[in-house]
């Protein structure tokens, strides 16, 4: 019997330091070192994983379709002026809140009208250089911070990802890589962080049929298995600029919210407008000002305004 136990003990700590997140483990828990796993216990998560026992740990075992854990640096994201979760008492915080909550209202149905595939926001602009990655992130982190929500964000930019970059975390497969092989696992290309609530999808590889693969009837499977799956979740896309590629326009078609960020004082009316047009046929477009004045207690800062375009139910 002691012999079992110590496999049992050993698999455990090889499961565990092949970076394996065990279903029932409390990750806040403090470490018991007394307690000594049951072989029962070691057998049902590993029937979970699809490994046995007295089988050697691979790189080829299904323990890889379990999420991939990676740590975001909070001080980082401070210095960057990105929102950090555990500081939330900040202007850009606050800005946030305001931001999110309509768009949260109506992804979880408690807008003035449903809207199908509420929970699917797709973040973009007109132009390149507006701040909508850095609009898309911040919105990730504040919606993590809700008591009831849970959130993904998907970097949607095929041609030019750049949540990976901002986030200073490693390059890995992603959507496209689901889009191309259906038999591929969504869990496998997530990324798990520290941030409790929040993972991450990256965009994959390049590849050169990238607009035809989103507007694939892989990329509706996707959607809405995404929108479906977890009804407490909220899916923010990192998309394309609107007038610049056609991809944005594929995917907007499928979502339920839309967030333009606009750069102050920079982006034309125009440019506005024939953006808006593109994606008319969707129910909630929101528009978010960037790097507009607001004066505060320090004279004139930077800051983010909201709005609705038309077509919107969903008003706070």
């Not at 050993?10 to 070192?33: F, I, S």
């Not at 210095?79 to 809140?97: E, M, Y």
């Not at 004082?265 to 593109?278: C, I």
């Given at each position: ?240 600029p609107l007038l610049l590629t056609t991809e944005s326009r594929v995917l907007a078609t499928h979502m339920g919210q839309i967030v333009v960020v606009v750069k102050a004082e920079s982006t034309l009316q125009q440019d506005v407008l024939n953006a808006l047009a593109m994606i008319e046929s969707c129910p909630v477009k929101l528009l978010v000002l960037n790097q507009a004045r607001t004066e505060s207690q320090n004279g ?17």
């Amino acid at each position: 019997m002691s012999s079992l136990i110590e496999k049992a003990t050993l698999r455990l700590e090889q499961l565990r330091q092949a970076g394996v997140v065990l279903p029932d483990e409390d990750e806040r828990a403090p470490a018991k070192e007394a307690q000594i796993p049951s072989i029962i216990e070691v057998a049902r998560h590993e029937a979970a994983l699809g490994v046995r026992l007295r089988k050697p740990l691979r790189q080829t075992d299904s323990v890889s379709v379990l999420s991939r854990r990676v740590e975001i640096n909070l001080d980082a994201l401070s210095k960057a002026g990105i929102v950090n979760p555990k500081a939330l008492r900040s202007q850009l915080a606050d800005q946030f809140r305001v931001i999110k909550r309509p768009l949260i209202s109506n992804a979880m149905g408690k807008g003035a009208s449903i809207i199908a595939n509420g929970n699917l926001i797709m973040v973009t602009s007109a132009l390149p250089g507006e701040g909508k990655s850095f609009t898309a992130i911040n919105l990730a982190l504040s919606i993590a911070t809700e008591l009831d929500n849970t959130v993904m964000l998907v970097d949607a930019d095929v041609a030019r990802p750049s949540v990976l970059d901002m986030l200073n975390l490693p390059p890995g497969p992603g959507l496209l890589e689901l889009l191309q092989d259906e038999s591929q696992v969504m869990s496998r290309m997530l990324l798990k962080t520290n941030i409790d609530k929040l993972s991450i999808l990256p965009s994959g590889a390049p590849h050169e049929r990238a607009t035809e693969l989103l507007a694939s009837d892989a990329m509706v499977k996707l959607l809405n298995d995404m929108a479906q799956r977890y009804p407490d979740r909220i899916i923010i896309f990192d998309s394309p600029p609107l007038l610049l590629t056609t991809e944005s326009r594929v995917l907007a078609t499928h979502m339920g919210q839309i967030v333009v960020v606009v750069k102050a004082e920079s982006t034309l009316q125009q440019d506005v407008l024939n953006a808006l047009a593109m994606i008319e046929s969707c129910p909630v477009k929101l528009l978010v000002l960037n790097q507009a004045r607001t004066e505060s207690q320090n004279g004139y800062g930077y800051g983010y305004g909201y709005g609705y375009g038309s077509g919107g139910d969903g008003r706070p």
